[in-house]
């Protein structure tokens, strides 16, 4: 099946710091999400991206959409410590397919 | 609003029993999904469903069955519970084929 390629897979930032991951995938999505998921909660929705080269921002949060359609990333920027949690991304390839396929998280830890 | 609603939140079988998991949205979403979730995998979709009535496999469905008879409820069945079905299970829904997913909280289950 398809595999999405997430990274780092932890990462350890001071309070304020920037943070930027990817997820890379060898097969084309027409959909990527960006989530967040808290201890004992279910993922949260941070950004949806819909189109090849899609810049999109929610408060902190920025994410692209790769215009090889096979990548994509997510900066925070200033983070703050309720930032800290589990970020996964998630593809879907379109065609028809409803099927979303999930990164293995990079999870993230504040300093304050 | 309630979104994705998921019970029970915690449960413990014995190798060889049968439950249900149950899973109600009031979003009037047609699309459901079932995903389970592995320390180190990321998120797996078990089954999925895009309308009452339809139902389909994802990338991991052996042990696994599901039905939709309307569009709020879509309940993942353990027949057999297997410890290699300890997990946390997370139901999901969407509008559509292309929008985002939506997930409840999670059902802990532990297969002894």
């Known amino acids: 099946g398809q595999q999405l390629n997430q990274s780092p897979q932890s990462m350890f930032i001071q309070e304020g710091e920037d943070v930027s991951m990817n997820c890379t995938s060898s097969?084309?999505?027409?959909?990527w999400l960006w989530y967040k998921q808290d201890p004992g909660e279910g993922p949260v929705l941070l950004i949806a991206?819909?189109?090849?080269?899609e810049l999109t921002s929610n408060g902190r949060l920025t994410a692209q959409f790769g215009i090889t359609r096979k990548d994509s990333f997510l900066n925070i920027s200033a983070s703050i410590p309720s930032d800290v949690g589990i970020y996964f991304c998630?593809?879907?390839?379109?065609?028809?397919?409803?099927?979303?396929?999930f990164g293995k998280g990079t999870k993230l830890s504040v300093i304050p | 609003n309630a979104g994705v609603t998921q019970t029970p939140k915690f449960q413990v079988l014995k190798t060889g029993q049968s439950m249900t998991l149950q899973c109600a949205q009031d979003?009037?979403?047609?699309?459901m999904s079932w995903y389970r979730q592995d320390p180190g995998m990321g998120l797996r979709l078990i089954h999925y469903?895009?309308?009452?009535?339809?139902?389909d496999q994802g990338e991991v469905p052996n042990g696994y069955n599901v039905s939709r008879s309307t569009t709020e409820d879509f309940p993942l069945r353990l027949l057999s519970a297997a410890p290699s079905q300890t997990s946390v299970y997370f139901c999901?829904?969407?509008?559509?084929?292309?929008?985002?997913?939506?997930f409840g909280q999670g059902t802990r289950l532990t297969v002894v």
């Open positions: 998630a593809g879907r390839s379109g065609a028809g397919s409803y099927q979303l396929t």
């Open positions: 469903s895009v309308g009452a009535g339809i139902t």
């Open positions: 097969s084309i999505f027409n959909t």
């Open positions: 979003m009037n979403h047609e699309y």
């Open positions: 991206l819909y189109k090849a080269g």
């Open positions: 999901a829904s969407s509008y559509d084929r292309d929008t985002e997913a939506f």
